[in-house]
């Protein structure tokens, strides 16, 4: 009999159910207080170590030194063996209403109910010291520190994924780290052996469409999407299952980079990610998110063109609406890099009542890997009880010890039922909040084969490609051109074209004219390396149907919110002598939109405006880069304008927003400095708000008017249309 539990670890305080999950009880720092060593005695110098006389041999007996040194010396844990670069903060989500029509979990029932919530974005394969601005899927995890205990959302920003059986993970994962002979390239997928591999992966065309598109260079962590990948099931207090896919929509708009761009960004401000998320929290500025899922009832999961268990398929929202069910707003940085981002431990696995999984054979191996590496990574299998993963309930059961443990259980028995003791944790039943399985009927044979229905691997990749807009759809070429550009071996190049032509003719006919080759005419069966040795190649490989949607809007970054500048950072070019007034009508406007405004000169220190005020620089052109703002702006100031011109710094930062696409704005008197820039005479002949709204270009003599327009220019994020010369080939 399981007797009831009457010694049970102490309820959490209210500090620790507190929301926003502050960690006090674990705080340690260096405010003043004694130093003292790792036991508690207090140090009176640690700054020299213990010597024989003044010139003499350090002391083995100095366990001071000892103590600090080990302890350093043993600081590292071995980083993420995929997503090891991420950066994280805490946060709050609320569900707008009762949805316990669709499931028990009761994070998602009570629109009263602020759950706790902790995000880390990563990239996937560089190392944890690479560049934020990798050519990379973004990994975008939640924990949600419900009543219920832990939900992990752990999902990327691209809805499908690479592979459809989780078995084929490493293979994928070494193929894109760096080299196994000289770790060649760090954190990029331009490379013989990635490609390598995906050239004989067809399922991977999907997933490819997105790397290579725009979405694999956000401009922000706080301007992309989320999404769960794989279907999950929602079920309710009366055991009804639906499936769900997870998205998670972001209230600024979804927004990329330029390639050229996010190139330079990675050289003059790595962290250029991290930084803007953590800048944007301490300003206030807090990101948000909304959560939406589409809802698939049971009886319709066998009514789509493809199968909902296929992660690298994706539900087109013309045919399932995702709606907005909750909002998620990251408010607080981490306090310790280490104690939190470092040492989260993320499961695809950890659920509550009322969300459940499906049978995905992709997801179905993440359930298996994910604490199977955290048991390494972090050192043994107590890394719950690390503040950051422990849940806001407390924890009841018998498992015990092992390295670190911090739990002091109390009593005889770590086992049940008992009859000896008193500490046996109860177990509950469903209807008192117990998880319980959803109860599928599975009656199956042993199989090792993929189903029929995962054999399309094309159609969807179509639909994503023809989904793009013109400057999405070249982007897409550019990259595949660069990408395939740093391949070696002229044959991977070759199968590569060949799979990009069963996806488009068009697509692959411009990548194989930038790399000089032709489309070779490869049969894909020949492609198939997923082929299990009693399969029939051509059932594997040929099936490519058109697909009956031409097009998703969704797909498309094109149509995204574009209403906002609250955080876009926009540079001032300013030097001495430069317009005071016409410098803070702008600025003033923007600051007040929610912009984050630099002004940046030849030198640091202070300016002296042509009214002769002092000016404070915040960068100066050797500290501050284009690449690091979203516009730029000039003042006139017959000195600053003279200064600028003459300033090559000055030239090229207006060249290179140019390039970029990027909204740039100047006085009447500042058109003197633009006729240095290359694109002087591309500027328009006359200024209508049509055209300038068009080419993202404005120079006008009213610096109110010019603050309204450059404030719509600025929201437009881009002006993707500058690259027009570039076109797809007919
Ligand atoms: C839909 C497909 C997948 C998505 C969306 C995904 C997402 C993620 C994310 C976001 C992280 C970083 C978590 C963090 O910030 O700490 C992560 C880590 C990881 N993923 Fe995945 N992943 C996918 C597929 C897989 C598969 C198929 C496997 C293995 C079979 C796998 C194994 C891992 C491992 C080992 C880690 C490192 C975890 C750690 O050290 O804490 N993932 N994944």
């Not at 706080?222 to 009366?238: D, I, K, L, P, S």
């Not at 066998?302 to 709606?323: A, G, M, N, S, Y």
């Not at 498992?399 to 008992?418: A, E, L, V």
């Amino acid at each position: 009999m399981v007797k009831k539990n009457t010694q049970q670890s102490p309820e959490p305080s209210q500090q620790e159910n507190d929301k926003t999950k502050k960690l006090e009880s674990f705080i340690a720092d260096s405010t003043g207080e004694s130093l003292t060593t790792n036991h508690g005695v207090k140090i009176n110098d640690d700054q020299n170590s213990l010597k024989a006389g003044e010139r003499g041999a350090t002391l083995l007996e100095d366990f001071i030194l000892r103590e600090k040194i080990t302890h350093f010396d043993h600081e590292r844990i071995p980083e993420r063996i995929v997503h090891a670069r991420g950066s994280a903060a805490h946060g709050v989500f609320k569900v707008y209403e009762d949805q316990s029509a669709l499931t028990r979990a009761a994070f998602l029932t009570d629109p009263g109910q602020e759950t706790p919530v902790f995000v880390r974005f990563s990239t996937v394969a560089g190392s944890r010291g690479s560049t934020d601005l990798a050519r990379d899927v973004r990994g975008f995890a939640v924990k949600f520190y419900t009543q219920e205990g832990n939900f992990d959302l752990v999902g990327n920003n691209v809805p499908v994924f690479f592979i459809q059986d989780a078995v084929k993970f490493p293979d994928l994962i070494h193929a894109v780290k760096p080299e196994p002979d000289n770790e060649m390239p760090q954190a990029a997928s331009a490379h013989d052996t990635f490609w390598d591999f995906i050239s004989h992966l067809p399922e991977s065309a999907h997933m490819i469409m997105w790397a290579m598109s725009d979405r694999a260079l956000p401009r922000s962590y706080r301007m992309m999407e989320g999404f769960g990948v794989h279907t999950f099931r929602f079920v309710n207090a009366q055991g009804v299952s639906n499936f769900v896919k997870f998205h998670w929509k972001p209230l600024l708009g979804v927004h990329a980079v330029a390639w050229d761009e996010a190139q330079n960004i990675s050289g003059k401000d790595p962290d250029f990610h991290r930084r803007d998320l953590w800048d944007a929290i301490e300003a206030g500025a807090f990101p948000e998110w909304e959560l939406g899922v589409q809802i698939i009832p049971e009886e319709d999961e066998f009514k789509f063109e493809f199968d909902i268990l296929d992660p690298t398929k994706l539900i087109p929202e013309e045919l399932v609406p995702v709606q907005r069910i909750g909002k998620m707003t990251l408010n607080r940085n981490p306090d310790n890099f280490f104690a939190e981002t470092e040492q989260v431990a993320f499961h695809v696995g950890h659920v509550v009542p009322g969300i459940d999984f499906t049978n995905d054979p992709l997801l179905q191996g993440r359930l298996f890997s994910y604490t199977d590496t955290q048991l390494i990574r972090l050192g043994g299998p107590n890394f719950h009880e690390i503040p950051i993963n422990r849940p806001v309930v407390p924890v009841h059961n018998n498992q015990r010890d092992g390295y670190m443990r911090q739990t002091i259980n109390r009593g005889k028995t770590s086992y049940g039922p008992n009859g000896l003791a008193a500490n046996d944790p109860q177990q509950v039943k469903a209807a008192d909040g117990g998880f319980v399985s959803y109860n599928e009927r599975i009656d199956a044979r042993k199989i090792r084969a993929r189903s029929r229905s995962f054999f399309d691997h094309f159609s969807q990749a179509r639909l994503f490609f023809n989904s793009q807009s013109d400057p999405e759809q070249n982007h897409i070429i550019d990259a595949l051109s660069f990408e395939l550009g740093k391949v070696k071996a002229v044959e991977i190049r070759e199968r590569m074209l060949a799979v990009l032509a069963q996806i488009d003719k068009g697509l692959a006919g411009a990548v194989a004219f930038a790399l000089g080759l032709h489309v070779p005419d490869i049969a894909l069966e020949s492609l198939n390396s997923s082929i299990p040795a009693d399969g029939d190649p051509a059932d594997y490989a040929s099936l490519n149907p058109e697909g009956s949607l031409a097009a998703s809007a969704a797909l498309s970054m094109a149509g995204t919110i574009k209403d906002t500048i609250k955080t876009r950072k926009v540079a001032i070019l300013a030097a001495d002598g430069v317009d005071g007034a016409s410098l803070s009508t702008v600025k003033d406007a923007l600051v007040a939109a929610g912009a984050v405004v630099h002004i940046i000169s030849p030198k640091l220190g202070k300016i002296i405006s042509q009214e002769d005020q002092e000016i404070v620089p915040d960068e100066s052109f050797l500290t501050a880069a284009s690449v690091l703002y979203d516009s730029v702006y000039v003042p006139g100031g017959t000195n600053s304008v003279a200064t600028l011109e003459a300033e090559a710094n000055a030239i090229h930062f207006l060249n290179e927003a140019f390039k970029h696409c990027k909204a740039i704005a100047a006085d009447e008197q500042a058109l003197q400095v633009l006729e240095s820039t290359y694109f002087y005479k591309k500027l328009p002949a006359e200024y209508s708000k049509e055209t300038v709204l068009r080419e993202g270009l404005l120079v006008s003599g009213q610096a109110d008017e010019l603050s309204s327009i450059f404030k719509e220019m600025i929201a437009l994020h881009r002006f993707w249309e500058r690259e027009n010369p570039r076109k797809i080939p007919a």
